[in-house]
């Protein structure tokens, strides 16, 4: 069974359905990337999972346990972690406060944890003074996910986490993910930059109009001449 099972779901907005019967499912230390054209329902869908968005119809299961009727607050506690696209860091807070926040729901010694996040994004280490509002798009997206590890999530949800920043810090980010998902953690991401997440991918899903139109590996789908042609730009 994989560690994350979205399966078949449908909901949206209100009486407007924006997912239709859309299935997810992530396994152990895998990278799960969605992509698709603007409007398609990714991010939507990764808010489904993580209980931000009501259903109409489906499950949600982690690690085997149903989680459908639990709040976004709950599924942080049973593993998950999330990273929004905006508003994802305490602008007026440093960086190592930024990184507290993130250990809330945890009674041990959170520092060993910190340590680890600076060990994976150094910068953050040299910076950890500093408010989070004052460093760079990428420095941002640094702490974002950092926090989100603070947590000690079983599987991390980043949506669009190199939104807005350089082709340079885009790669050093996606090495960051790799070494993430390598420590046993699952990873399932929204991602507009689509051949260079797929390429890190171990399973893609491309979505449209909410719901599921290619399902592969990464490797699968950069090779598939429908989805190069139609998503990927040739």
Known sequence: MSYLSATNMTGGYGKADILHDCTLTVDKGQIAVI?????????????????????????VTLDGT???????????????????QVNNVFPTMTVEENLEMGAFIRNDNYRVTMEQVFDLFPILK?????????????????????????????????????????????DELFDRIIEVARTGISILMV????????????????????????TDTGQALLADPDVRRTFLGG
Do not use: C, H, W
């Open 126 to 170: 040299d910076k950890r003074r500093q408010n989070a509002g004052e460093l760079s798009g990428g420095q941002r997206q640094q702490v974002a996910v950092g926090r989100a590890l603070m947590t000690q999530p079983k599987l991390l949800m980043l949506d669009e986490p190199t939104a807005g920043v350089s082709p340079i810090v885009m």
């Open 35 to 59: 992509v698709g054209p603007n409007g398609a329902g990714k991010s939507t869908a990764m808010k489904a999972v993580f209980g931000m968005l009501g259903l109409r119809a489906g499950q």
């Open 66 to 84: 149903d989680i459908s009727a639990l709040s976004p607050q709950d599924r942080v506690k049973k593993g998950m972690g999330f990273v929004p």
């Open 191 to 214: 991602e507009q930059n689509a051949r260079q997440a797929l390429e890190i991918a171990d399973k893609g899903y491309v979505l449209v109009q909410g719901a599921n139109k290619y």
